[in-house]
């Protein structure tokens, strides 16, 4: 039972065949077998067997449910859960418990879908491979001696692992898309605004969206739809009208123009990973689309500008974690310096709360950012990476006059292996190459499973498409999974 996709857990329940609870339990158990990939920070067995029981037992005496009624979400530790530890993968929020939900939760709840435990991610949403969490690295279920990508590799091993039908995760940079296509599932980065980021702990304010990880395009759009729209409380939510992604998506997108970068594949990029990628160009042809060269000239200063830009807005977001309000407090404050000895106890205590706080990759983004932004070097830096940003979103103005879809590789490798990147944050930050672009854009962005290395590691080809073209990707990515099979394959779990 736990291999299933969302929808067709659904319509089990919905006819009766089988019980949330008996679903619940199927998953709880797997989880618990699959420990060891260290998906999961928080899963309380018993708060979830409650919910699910809750909407078997409204189910049973033939009330409303919602559209997600009895199946488990699996949430990065990044969303505010009410009363539930809520820990961004981070010694500075090791004991934090939320006093509210974050509106993708409440939408959730409304859903009546069971908050499935909290995922592992890196800290504070900052890295590639869910390694610079607080709580030790998650492994990727397909080679439990690679990475899973991140930073929401725990959501996207809950969805792999079949340890959860259907996860949240959130996207600054790649961190849904990039673990999806490192693990094998669908992850979906929605346009800037079109989900509300209320009650998600802030990365960088301009970038950061929340998304779906499913097994395939169906379940995604079903997470999706119940996720997205206006929220008072977001002032960077659009307002307007959340399409029905499931309607529409077995009917192929009316035109079928599909754009494709040349510097984007070739040289550079991972043998197995062009190979796919050419391959999966080759099915929508087949299936009647268009193909068409298009430019995106600037996207290669996406990853400089997004290393300005996202560190800037992480600077001032975390300046809040100092023990003082927010956040982890050092008990030992004394002077250990020389230097100390004339500082305020107060400022102290924060400079020993945040030392001990945040890990290495948090305070490296905190000082880029606070250089970025200081006084003489903003117009150098920080206000030169916006006026990039707009370039590359010109560009894919340009080439969405052109074509309806862009389609790339997600990342321009498969899974690497568990501490072949650490000590090195360039080649980790190379790993979102492909994915950045869309986030300084905000455009939407959707990655697909599109093949398998020799070894066995999972590759993704992501599509990009304008602003609140969702329906589009879903639609597109429909096409694709009508004509191959990636969609169904699964890891080897023992
Ligand atoms: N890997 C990128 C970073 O480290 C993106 C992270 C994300 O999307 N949250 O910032």
């Not at 530890?85 to 069971?114: E, H, Q």
């Not at 697909?448 to 073209?469: D, E």
Request: with cysteine; aromatic share 8%; charged share 20%.
């Amino acid at each position: 039972m736990t291999s299933a996709t969302a929808s067709g857990l659904l319509a089990q329940l919905n006819a009766g065949a089988v019980t949330s609870e008996e679903i619940v339990r199927g998953y709880l158990d797997r989880a618990e077998r699959l420990k060891r990939l260290n998906a999961f920070v928080h899963l309380d067995a018993e708060g979830v067997l409650d919910q699910a029981r809750a909407v078997d037992s409204r189910r049973r005496a033939g009330q409303p449910v919602g559209a997600l009624a009895g199946l488990p979400v699996a949430i990065k530790d990044v969303l505010c859960v009410e009363g539930e530890l809520t820990t961004c993968g981070s010694r500075m929020l090791k004991t934090f418990r939320p006093p509210y939900d974050a509106t993708s939760i409440v939408r959730l709840r409304a859903a009546d879908a069971v908050l499935f435990g909290k995922t592992n991610m890196d800290e504070y949403a900052m890295g590639s491979s869910t390694e610079t969490s607080a709580f030790g690295p998650t492994l990727n279920p397909w080679d439990e001696g690679c990475i899973p990508g991140g930073s929401s590799g725990g959501s996207a091993v809950a969805v792999a692992a079949d340890c959860a039908p259907l996860a949240l995760g959130t996207d600054t940079g790649g961190s849904i898309r990039q673990p999806a296509s490192l693990c094998g599932v669908v992850g979906l980065k929605p346009t800037y605004g079109r989900v509300s980021r209320y009650g998600l702990i802030a990365y960088a304010s301009s970038l950061d969206q929340i998304g779906p990880f499913a097994h395939d395009v169906t379940d995604a759009a079903l997470l999706l739809k119940a996720i997205a729209g206006h929220d008072p409380l977001d002032s960077t939510s659009v307002d307007r009208p959340v399409p029905d992604y499931l309607a529409s998506l077995d009917t192929p997108p009316p035109s079928l123009r599909v754009g494709i970068v040349p510097e984007f594949l070739g040289a550079g990029l991972d043998p197995e990973v062009d190979a796919a990628v050419r391959e999966a160009i080759r099915v929508f042809e087949a299936a009647g689309a268009t193909v068409k060269e298009v430019a995106l000239p600037h996207s290669k200063y996406g990853v400089p500008a997004y290393y300005l830009v996202a560190p800037a807005e992480c600077s001032s977001n975390l300046a809040r974690y100092d023990g003082t309000i927010y956040g982890h407090r050092a008990a030992d404050f004394s002077p250990k310096y020389p230097g100390e000895k004339d500082i305020a106890p107060l400022v102290l205590m924060m400079m020993a709360s945040r030392a001990e706080g945040f890990g290495a990759e948090v305070k490296r983004r905190i000082m880029l950012g606070t250089f970025a932004l200081s006084a003489g070097y903003a117009d150098q830096f920080y206000n030169q990476a916006l006026k990039v940003r707009r370039l590359i979103k010109n560009d894919f103005d340009a080439a969405f006059a052109e074509v309806d879809v862009v389609l790339s590789p997600t990342s321009p490798t498969p899974a690497f292996k568990l501490g072949e990147k650490t000590s090195d944050p360039i080649a980790m930050y190379l790993s979102d190459i492909f994915t950045i672009t869309a986030n300084l854009a905000g455009i939407p962005g959707l990655s697909i499973p599109c093949g398998l290395t020799k070894s066995g590691l999972p590759i993704g080809l992501q599509l990009l498409g304008p602003a609140f073209s969702e329906e589009t990707l879903l639609r597109t990515a429909r096409v694709f999974e009508r004509a191959t099979d990636w969609h169904t394959k699964r890891p080897g779990l023992k």
